[in-house]
């Protein structure tokens, strides 16, 4: 499939095979796309006095697509926004950490809408193109920061220009340690764009579309109808595979703006390519700022019947406590890998299964391998393991990122309202 990522083709064809891209990266955080403009401020939400409003705007009403979490608890802002994108297009997102604004009724929603209300008025457009995120404590009133939440978003967008991501990025921290945001020039061969992002997300992550924030922009002519199944295709493969602590949140959200100003588009497969490119890597440096992690856990799942089926089995072992605390502690329990895939409901053959953690085979056809303990717990104890689960079964193959569970995550959310 050779056809402009604006043509009226079929974006099926795309997911059938990667393209021929090539990617550079760029600075500026999702600013770099021409014509985006970003700022954060400290409106006095969060109790520290750090930054906790952020606005990102395209300039102009452009195509949608947004995706947000499965949990059927869903904050005001994740209904709020769910309406103003239906109709595939949006102007600006308005984040605000510091209050999730999530189980707080109908003073919540009134909140919600008046901030996008309140926005729109400002930037001069209809209140429907405003989208709005909100990340914090659940359950804690919004209505009594409305004011200062107004205030916030009049200077954020006040301030935003094209030098503005670091600040927007900063803005929307919780537990996070660290700002995340990326931005890759995509040659796409017949054409190219930039696209840039960024995101945050510590804890709560969970792999039923993972938990966070996370707002995108690229150049590229991208109607929303396209857009849409595209950006759903690649939330599945990267922040679909990431976990923490198998806690869904309130909150999540992915919204991609399309601003259609590049003048020779990439192709279909090639931007699918590129958008997978940007939001992996977001969703890698989530699991990497994981709540009291000291490792980053890559599960390959190989030899599948199918890729649902190696990402589930995948998941089964990131969720599993018993594994991530063996990892915490770089004990090589490979029975602990196997019991969680068997507690799961994917059907798949105990002995054909053979395990490695890094280079070491610890399982072979299910039972346990020769192996050195002593170089298999010099392996788990690397800030980056490797663990290889091959099922013998097929072909089919799914990587799911996680971490270790130390006494530190623990102590975090212990405390996190106290």
């Known amino acids: 499939m050779n056809g402009p990522v604006g043509a009226d083709t079929d974006v099926a064809e795309a997911w059938y095979g990667r393209a021929a891209a090539s990617f550079a990266p760029l600075d500026g955080g999702i600013c770099a796309v021409p014509g985006v403009r970003a700022g954060g401020v400290a409106a006095g939400l969060k109790p520290s006095g750090s930054l906790d409003v952020a606005v990102?705007?395209?300039g102009r009403p452009v195509d949608v697509a947004v995706v947000q979490t499965r949990n059927q608890v869903r904050a005001a802002p994740v209904e709020v926004t769910a309406r103003h994108a239906a109709d595939g297009r949006a102007r600006a997102v308005v984040l605000n950490a510091g209050n999730a604004n999530a189980c707080t009724g109908p003073d919540g929603e009134l909140v919600a809408v008046d901030t996008a209300t309140h926005a729109a008025a400002t930037l001069g457009c209809a209140t429907e193109d405003v989208l709005v995120c909100?990340?914090?404590?659940?359950?804690?009133?919004?209505?009594?920061q409305r004011a200062r939440l107004l205030a916030g978003v009049d200077a954020a967008i006040a301030i935003a220009d094209g030098a503005g991501g670091d600040a927007a990025a900063r803005a929307i921290m919780t537990t996070d340690t660290t700002p995340k945001s990326v931005a890759l020039q995509l040659d796409g061969g017949a054409g190219g764009c930039v696209i840039a992002g960024l995101t945050k997300g510590s804890g709560m992550i969970a792999p039923a579309m993972a938990t966070m924030l996370c707002v995108v922009a690229t150049d590229a002519p991208v109607p929303a109808r396209i857009l849409q199944p595209?950006?759903?295709?690649?939330?599945?493969q990267t922040f679909g595979r990431i976990t923490v602590d198998g806690c869904m949140s309130t909150n999540d959200a992915v919204i991609v703006l399309?601003?259609?100003?590049?003048?020779?588009a990439p192709t279909v497969a090639a931007f699918t390519e590129g958008l997978t490119a940007v939001l992996g890597d977001l969703a890698e440096q989530i699991v990497r700022d994981g709540e009291g992690a000291s490792r980053l856990i890559r599960l390959r799942v190989t030899a599948a019947e199918s890729v649902d089926a190696a990402a589930a089995l995948g998941r089964a072992i990131a969720d599993s406590v018993l594994v991530r605390t063996a990892?915490?502690?770089?004990?090589p329990n490979w029975g602990r890998v196997l019991a969680a895939m068997g507690a799961s409901e994917v059907p798949f053959e105990p002995g054909r299964v053979d395990i490695r953690f890094g280079p070491v085979t610890v399982?072979?056809?299910?039972?346990g391998a020769s192996f050195d303990h002593g170089h298999a717990a010099s392996v788990l104890s690397r800030s980056e393991i490797d663990v290889t689960v091959h099922l013998g079964l097929g072909a089919a193959e799914a990587t799911v990122l996680t971490t270790d569970?130390?006494?530190?995550?623990?102590?975090i959310n212990a405390e996190y309202t106290t």
Do not use: K, N
Not at 230 to 236: E, G, R, S
Not at 258 to 264: L, S
């Open 327 to 331: 990892f915490a502690g770089a004990d």
């Open 56 to 58: 990102v705007d395209a």
């Open 134 to 144: 909100s990340t914090g404590v659940i359950g804690q009133p919004m209505l009594p």
């Open 363 to 367: 399982c072979r056809f299910g039972v």
């Open 230 to 236: 595209i950006v759903a295709q690649a939330v599945d």
């Open 258 to 264: 399309a601003t259609g100003e590049v003048e020779r």
């Open 405 to 411: 569970l130390t006494h530190d995550y623990v102590t």
